[in-house]
Every structure is written in structure tokens, then in C-alpha cells.
């Protein structure tokens, strides 16, 4: 099976860098993927690392390690839009079309 | 273009009775998903379709069904609903190829009394 652990909440200030762990127990993964979702929308899709290492992608970067089970999102120069929840999800290796996702890290960005 | 659409967006049951939740997707993926979140639990997995005429079990299937109608459509039936599966669901695709993007719809709302 997967499980993958997040901070149920993290707060930060406007232009501020804020790093979102993610943690995982799996039997096989594929990498690790991070998705954006702002209250009451759909989720999107942000980033992903099939290796080990770190992944940028504008202010977001994307970071795994899975020697240490472990991975992150950091997000640098926050903006106010940026307050939304935050999931990692893992794709199955034993069967590449199950998803599994965290429960979800709420990000509040203060003024 | 109008991405993973979904019908209706909210929706509200009495035990016992049925629906069916419709999903569209106008990108010609080959996937499609059905997940339900639940506050505080992220995302779970109920049924996929890999391809046209295939269906799934996810983590949660209990108490669903689910049909490829064509590779645009991809439909959840309660048949029996309960309190239980008062939740957001969300439907989603995923391109042959592009092995990690999942595109999701809006949700759709449904609360069972």
C-alpha cells in the first residue's frame, strides 16, 4: 500500500519562501507529484520528480529523496494567490494507473 | 476546449436513493478517474478506466459503479446512496504518455441526508 504525510497547515508572509514536506511508507512509486487546489476549485497539476533531486519550475521548486522517503515544495517569493492546499501523490508501481495522494497541506499567506 | 467537464455540480440525496455523476473529457486521453475528498483526507481513488471498455477498483470502491461509455465519457453510479458518501467528487484524465498530469474536472458537490 501508499501513505504519504503532510502538515495539515502552514502559515507564512507575502514574499516570504515556504517549504511543504511530504513523507511517504509506499511498496513501489513511479515519483512523486505535487498539485495545487484553491478552496473550492479543482486540483491542477504543479510539478513532478521521477528522481532524486530538486525540479524548478518558476518560484516552485520540487524535491525527492528517496533514500530518506521524503519529498518537498518549496515555494519562494509568496504571493497572496499562492493560499491554497498542497497534495503529493505517488503513481503505483505495481499497477502505474493508481494515484495515491496526501491529505493535503493548507497554505495561508499573510499580507 | 472546455478540459474534464462534469454534471451536475451540486446535488442533494436522501438515503437510499441513486445517481449518476457524468464526466466528459474533449482531449482524447486514453485514462480517467473518479476520486472522492473528504476534508482533511485528501484525495482518494474510487474506480479508473486505463482505456476505452476497461473499469478499475481504486481504494474506495465500495458502494459505486462505474461505466466508459466511450473515451470521452466515464460515469459513477450510486446505486444506494448513503450519508457516508456525502463528499466532493472529482473526475479526471490522463494523457497516454504524459504519466504523471492528471487533469481534473470542477467537482461535483453531493450531499446524502
Redesign the interface.
Known amino acids: 500500500g501508499q501513505s504519504?504525510e503532510q502538515p495539515?497547515e502552514v502559515t507564512a508572509v507575502e514574499g516570504a519562501i515556504v517549504q511543504i514536506n511530504c513523507t511517504y511508507q509506499t511498496s513501489g512509486f513511479?515519483?512523486l507529484?505535487w498539485y495545487q487546489q484553491h478552496d473550492g476549485?479543482?486540483?491542477?497539476?504543479l510539478s513532478?520528480n521521477a528522481l532524486d533531486g530538486l525540479e524548478e519550475t518558476g518560484r516552485f521548486s520540487s524535491f525527492l529523496s528517496r533514500s530518506d522517503s521524503y519529498g518537498y515544495l518549496l515555494l519562494q517569493e509568496l504571493q497572496m494567490k499562492d493560499s491554497a492546499s498542497y497534495?503529493c501523490?505517488v503513481?503505483d508501481a505495481g499497477?502505474?494507473?493508481?494515484?495515491?495522494?496526501?491529505?493535503?497541506t493548507k497554505l495561508n499567506v499573510k499580507p | 476546449n472546455a478540459g474534464v467537464t462534469q454534471t451536475p455540480k451540486f446535488q442533494v440525496l436522501k438515503t437510499g436513493q441513486s445517481m449518476t455523476l457524468q464526466c466528459a473529457q474533449d482531449m482524447n486521453h486514453n485514462?480517467m478517474?473518479w476520486?472522492r475528498q473528504d476534508p482533511?483526507?485528501?484525495?482518494?481513488?474510487i474506480y479508473?478506466s486505463?482505456s476505452e471498455g476497461t473499469t478499475?477498483k481504486?481504494?474506495v470502491p465500495n458502494g459505486y459503479n462505474v461505466s466508459r461509455l466511450n473515451k470521452r465519457e466515464f460515469s459513477l453510479r450510486l446505486e444506494s446512496a448513503a450519508p457516508s458518501q456525502t463528499s466532493v467528487y472529482?473526475c479526471a484524465s490522463r494523457p497516454q504518455g504524459a504519466?504523471?498530469?492528471?487533469?481534473?474536472?470542477?467537482?461535483t458537490r453531493l450531499l446524502v441526508l
Open positions: 504519504l495539515s513511479y515519483g507529484s476549485g479543482a486540483p491542477t497539476f513532478y497534495f501523490a503513481r499497477n502505474f494507473n493508481k494515484f495515491y495522494f496526501g491529505s493535503g | 485514462s478517474y476520486y482533511g483526507m485528501g484525495l482518494r481513488l479508473y486505463a478499475d481504486g481504494e472529482f504519466r504523471e498530469t492528471q487533469y481534473f474536472g470542477p467537482g
